[in-house]
């Protein structure tokens, strides 16, 4: 079955800096990678995602990257702001099986 | 608008008791799921259901029986609680697209 892994576990940036959390998947035929955001007390949250014939999908500050080759994919955050500290979620879905796989989670802080 | 909706939010039990989770969801969608989380281990599914009448095992089902009752309704039972189940539990749903997931506000369970 798939395995995703995710790096760092945690992550602390200075406001203003770029984060990137990378991910590896292990299921070839997984096709969708969407990733979450946990603010505390809370359930995940859908911020971005992308498809398998994708190479790059940006919205405003967060983009991410898929390399399908390699089996990698990240996400990137710019000019990071204090609401921007959560703990991050990526995943491995193979959409014909409707089974979502996350990966172990990285937990952000953004350093005022 | 309520999405999903789990109850209850926090309970206690005692080793060997049994509980059952509740979850339902407003969206008319076909797929609902069930996690936990642990510290460090991000998001494990348990079971999920990819339509009304249909249950598959997760990465950790052991332990857990499930219910989809009707498309909105998708229940997590616990029939000899264990102190390793102590966790958050949390329930999602997905629609159109599979691995867009919709996650509730979660169950604090306490296995003493």
């Known amino acids: 079955g798939e395995n995703v892994e995710q790096h760092p576990s945690t992550l602390s940036v200075q406001e203003g800096d770029s984060a990137v959390i990378k991910c590896t998947y292990s299921?070839?035929?997984?096709?969708?990678f969407p990733w979450y955001k946990q603010e505390l007390g809370k359930g995940p949250q859908l911020i971005i995602d992308i498809r398998s014939n994708v190479g790059e999908k940006k919205d405003q500050r967060i983009a991410v990257t898929l390399n399908k080759t390699a089996k990698h994919f990240s996400l990137h955050i710019t000019e990071t702001q204090p609401e921007d500290s959560a703990v991050y979620f990526c995943a491995g879905v193979k959409t014909s099986y409707d089974k979502v796989i996350f990966g172990p989670g990285t937990s952000l802080s953004v350093i005022p | 608008n309520a999405g999903v909706t789990q109850t209850p939010k926090f309970q206690v039990l005692k080793t060997g008791q049994s509980m059952t989770l509740q979850c339902a969801q407003d969206?008319?969608?076909?797929?609902m799921y069930w996690y936990r989380q642990d510290p460090g281990m991000g998001l494990r599914l348990i079971y999920y259901s990819a339509s009304e009448g249909t249950t598959d095992k997760g990465e950790v089902p052991n332990g857990y029986n499930v219910s989809r009752l009707n498309k909105r309704e998708f229940s997590l039972r616990l029939e000899s609680a264990a102190p390793s189940q102590t966790s958050v539990y949390f329930c999602?749903?997905?629609?159109?697209?599979?691995?867009?997931?919709?996650f509730g506000e979660g169950s604090r369970l306490t296995v003493l």
């Open positions: 299921d070839s035929a997984s096709n969708y």
């Open positions: 969206m008319n969608h076909n797929s």
């Open positions: 999602a749903s997905s629609g159109q697209v599979a691995g867009e997931l919709f």
